[in-house]
């Protein structure tokens, strides 16, 4: 994959100018096991400064109603891919169960500015067997192309495509996820158990373990751009930069993930069960 990648880099790393606040902690008591009675309000907020001075903005995605028509060129779940007709021999097929695979979602970058694409392309389709083949992941077609160089576009396409549904967008900051942070002084359990009023986060007077507090941070749920969620701090690339997220999809109870990488362009896919 090229490292030539077009999108708008205030989505993708931006210095956070006003540090999160810790208000209040109380700390729960701890097991036998452990010798340390409490941790202290400026350790947890000495972690929240290192781990927090930036963000990533990513696009929440809800999926909406049923489209009234099934537009090929729109951003959606389901439905007809803009798709060439010169090309429907090499429609996507699965490599396990031989059957046509249909379209999971089909994004513009004209919608979603924090979309990563490829030079040259402005649109991406994902590709899923309908039969849910795959082992460690689902099995997948991944599509770049450029809107504006398909003129012949299909009116249907092959397999048992997904009614088309609408996509709801909004946007929000984005952090690094608890897991992906990496650092062998933290007592990620203490400090996870340690309940907590983080300023912005938490509502007023409401004490939350800071694990729970903390991934208000991070969406769980399908998004474009912005930080993995929970991949085991396996995915570093150049100079260990964390990759960010393509897309990122719920699915078999866990969520599918495509990544890359800013500095080379490497792409990754994984998924991780909850």
Known sequence: ???????????????????????????????????????????????????????????????????????????????????????????????????????????????????????????????????????DEPEHRIIWLAEAEVQDAVSTGYGAPLKPHQLIISEQDDYLGLNEISDGNVDWFRLGISKCLIEGVTEDEELLPFIDAWERMN?????????????????RCCEKVALTVILQIEIWEGNWIIMACSQCGKLHTDYQGT
Not at 76 to 93: E, F, H, I, M, R
Not at 219 to 235: L, M, S, T
Request: overall charge negative.
């Open 1 to 135: 994959m090229s490292n030539n990648w077009t999108f708008d880099k205030k989505y993708h790393s931006t210095p956070r100018t006003n540090p999160w606040r810790l208000l209040a902690t109380k700390d729960l008591k701890p097991n036998e096991e452990f010798e340390r009675q409490e941790i202290r309000l400026n350790y947890i907020q000495s972690v929240m400064d290192q781990c927090i001075n930036e963000y990533r903005i990513t696009s929440k995605i809800e999926i909406g109603n049923l489209e009234d028509q099934d537009d090929p060129r729109t951003s959606k779940y389901g439905g007809t891919p803009l798709y060439s007709k010169a090309n429907l021999s090499q429609w996507p097929c699965c490599c396990d169960c031989g059957d046509e695979m249909r379209l999971e979602f089909q994004l513009r970058q004209k919608d979603f500015p924090t979309l990563m694409c490829p030079a040259g392309n402005d649109v991406l389709q994902v590709f899923f067997c309908p039969n849910g083949c795959g082992d």
């Open 219 to 235: 969406y769980r749920g399908i998004k474009v751009g912005g930080y993995p969620y929970w991949v085991q701090n396996a995915w």
